[in-house]
């Protein structure tokens, strides 16, 4: 019966300083994660409520310096640059698909590669990313998407096709996906430029048309890229 009693008190204690060590949290630590997750259901009822936060478009490192409010968290060095993702907004296709039967917009075919035009192609540049990321990233995309978004609102008969690309790695199902996603965020930035986005379409084609070849990081980075194609309609 005492040897149980000493072993019972034992088992205890283990437990209890297993609980005292790997349990306990300082008051400030317990404050902060009240705060946070305060603010965070005061947000959602606002959302319910139909109040939603200030939103604005965003076209280079800069839009983000100025004041932050105490949500703001720097993951890593990364984090600092601009990100825009294609599931930022989930825009509808155009009504029209290019090439449709009774269509006033003819298949990717009719439309042109504007590098070929001495006048079109400082505008319409490639657009680079990341390995295995649809993050639009970088001043110099941004300054690029701008001068596409001007020039599209200043000309509205013009169309364009975004075509999705990824370097050689990785499965061609996903590559298409991935490319998919690339597309799709230039889509939905341009549209939150300002851009009539039944007048931009998206084409993912993988893995499939490589502009450099070899297994070299720079091979990787030029393959990694949105380019575009346009449509004058007269």
């Known amino acids: 019966m005492k040897k149980f009693l000493v ?5 205890g204690m283990a437990a209890c300083f297993l609980m005292t060590t790997g349990c306990q949290r300082s008051s400030d630590e317990v404050w902060n994660d009240s705060q946070s997750a305060g603010r965070h259901v005061a947000r959602g009822v606002n959302t319910l409520g139909g109040k939603h936060g200030e939103s604005r478009q965003v076209r280079s490192s800069s839009d983000f310096t100025g004041d932050r409010n105490d949500d703001f968290v720097s993951l890593d060095n990364d984090s600092k640059n601009q990100n825009i993702h294609s599931s930022d907004e989930a825009l509808p296709q155009p009504k029209e698909g290019p090439g449709e039967l009774g269509s006033r917009i003819p298949g990717i075919e009719g439309f042109r ?34 001068k596409i978004a001007e020039y599209l609102k200043k000309n509205n008969t013009t169309y364009i096709f975004v075509e999705g690309h990824c370097d050689k790695r990785g499965p061609a199902a996903y590559n298409l996906a991935l490319g998919a996603n690339r597309a799709n965020a230039i889509r939905t930035l341009l549209a939150k430029e300002g851009v009539d986005s039944e007048h931009v379409f998206t084409i993912s084609y993988g893995k499939e048309r490589p502009i ?3 297994d070299t990081e720079d091979a990787y980075r030029q393959n990694r890229r949105a380019q575009f194609r346009i449509y004058d309609q007269r």
């Open 7 to 11: 072993l019972f008190s034992l088992i």
């Open 113 to 146: 590669d504007p590098q070929q035009d001495a006048k079109l192609a400082p505008i319409f540049q490639r657009i680079g990313f990341e390995y295995n990321s649809s993050l639009i990233k970088g001043d110099e995309n941004f300054t690029i998407l701008h």
């Open 212 to 214: 450099a070849d070899g």
